[in-house]
């Protein structure tokens, strides 16, 4: 694992790398713009071609996961995340997605999510990027409020009462460009307890301008933040490598 070292500039705590033309030139500039990064991956076997990507790199942690939007697809990949889970401390992207009315599918990734987090409260240390679209509630149901690792809601775009509810138990957010420009992202922002704010590209699907987001891009969040937070821009950057800081230290008993 890559250690969250003083020299972070920025965050970027949820980007599919994967999922670009070219990955190795997303993975180098954002290394050379030092950029700390959390590779996400959508199912089990896509794991181990990002896990290569980010080997021996300064600021790319490469994540497991299996998005709720796959278990119909991927769903029989399920047992193949459990060796990985010994290699890395980053778990995503994972969660709930109710755009399906499916109930079957809805049961499905439920059964698929409280299988990971049961794994996952086993290692006791894990840093769990979460996708909770129109499924909030029940995201922050089952993760519980003494979940042993730490839960990071990615794109949180819930009602305010969840998100009150999550930061209760403790879980952060991770804020995106598409966020800090649509209004009801920027009401929800407004109400997130500060030292729960991280920051987030979800490249490529999140454009900055008219082409994909790639990490670097979270410095136009960080400004945005540092404006709505009216502090400077430096200060809101040293807020949010604190708040990585912690919640990746954030482990048993701590
Ligand atoms: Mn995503």
Known sequence: ??????????????????????????????????????AVTNAPSVFFHTRELCRRRSFFQAAVGLHPELVVSHGGELETMWPSLDETQFVGEIGLDYVTSDKEVRRKQQDVFGRILERCAEHGNKVLTVHSRRASADV?????NRFSGTV???????????????????????????????????????????????T???????????????????????DWLATSWKVAPDEARQVIAAN???????????
């Open 200 to 222: 987030e590209t979800d490249g490529p699907f999140v454009k900055a301008g008219s082409r994909p987001a790639r990490p670097p891009d979270v410095a136009g969040v960080v």
């Open 1 to 38: 694992m890559n250690s969250a070292g003083g020299e972070i500039g920025l965050v970027d705590m949820h980007c599919h790398v994967d999922l670009y033309p070219s990955p190795e030139t997303v993975v180098a500039e954002a290394e050379a713009a030092r950029v700390w990064t959390v």
């Open 152 to 198: 990071i809601l990615h794109w949180f775009s819930g009602p305010l009462k969840d998100l009150r509810n999550a930061a209760q138990s403790g879980m952060y957010f991770s804020v995106n460009p598409a966020m800090a420009r649509s209004q009801s992202g920027q009401r929800l922002v407004a109400e997130m307890p500060r030292d729960r704010v991280l």
């Open 140 to 144: 922050i149901a089952m993760v519980g």
């Open 244 to 254: 990585l800081k912690r919640a990746i230290a954030a482990g048993p008993g701590s």
